[in-house]
T-cell receptor, first 116, second 115 residues
Framework: AQSVAQPEDQVNVAEGNPLTVKCTYS??????LFWYVQYPNRGLQFLLK??????LVKGSYGFEAEFNKSQTSFHLKKPSALVSDSALYFC??????????????FGTGTKLQVIP | EAGVAQSPRYKIIEKRQSVAFWCNPI?????LYWYQQILGQGPKLLIQ????????DSQLPKDRFSAERLKGVDSTLKIQPAKLEDSAVYLC?????????????FGPGTRLTVL
């Protein structure tokens, strides 16, 4: 069974400082990994994904994430936080086809609060 | 490009009543998903359609929930009868293609309150 963990319910960071939102996963195989952001009263928006290749993935709004296979992590990062980055962030994992259907599993979410 | 549309945005009902939600995915997207998001939790997949066929409904409480996708485009999710624990946001999403590497595009969701 696959699972994904976001160990921090909330992350606070000062505007202009670098931010990191953590995600670790547990799967038997090479996963596809995703980050989504959810603004208040809105649906989730895709930020970035790791499929294969370069471990550093760049996405929307200046976000990037680093895939670390040995640590089974896919942390979301941004060099300089903006107040408008304040939102709920979800990590998700999915396995490639292996003779059967693989559903996507979402983490419980991390609330990012950027302080002016 | 128009996004995923959902209606209604909000719904309040009494327990044991019925309710239906509607979703119109992005044009041309073959795959459609319904999720249940309870406050403080991540989205939980209820059902996934590929065109108008069901790919996965293993987490759909089939004694009270049903869903259909009309002609492989629009979809409706119904709850009958509703329970208090069904209070949640119901999200519809679609993706271009059927591969597990495709990102999903989400609608704004329907917030259901069961009293």
């Amino acid at each position: 069974a696959q699972s994904v963990a976001q160990p921090e319910d909330q992350v606070n960071v000062a505007e202009g400082n670098p931010l990191t939102v953590k995600c670790t996963y547990s799967v038997s195989g090479n996963p596809y990994l995703f980050w989504y952001v959810q603004y208040p009263n809105r649906g989730l928006q895709f930020l970035l994904k790791y499929i294969t290749g370069d471990n550093l993935v760049k996405g929307s709004y200046g976000f990037e994430a680093e895939f670390n296979k040995s640590q089974t992590s896919f942390h979301l990062k941004k060099p300089s936080a903006l107040v408008s980055d304040s939102a709920l962030y979800f990590c998700a994992v999915r396995l490639p086809y292996s003779g059967g259907y693989q559903k996507v599993t979402f983490g419980t979410g991390t609330k990012l609060q950027v302080i002016p | 490009e128009a996004g995923v549309a959902q209606s209604p945005r909000y719904k309040i009902i009494e327990k044991r009543q019925s309710v239906a939600f509607w979703c119109n995915p992005i044009s041309g997207h073959a795959t459609l998903y319904w999720y249940q998001q309870i406050l403080g939790q991540g989205p939980k997949l209820l059902i996934q359609f590929q065109n108008n066929g069901v790919v996965d409904d293993s987490q759909l409480p089939k004694d009270r929930f049903s869903a259909e996708r009309l002609k492989g485009v629009d979809s409706t999710l119904k709850i009958q009868p509703a329970k208090l624990e069904d209070s949640a946001v119901y999200l519809c999403a679609s993706s271009d293609g059927t591969g597990p590497y495709n990102e999903q595009f989400f609608g704004p969701g329907t917030r259901l309150t069961v009293l």
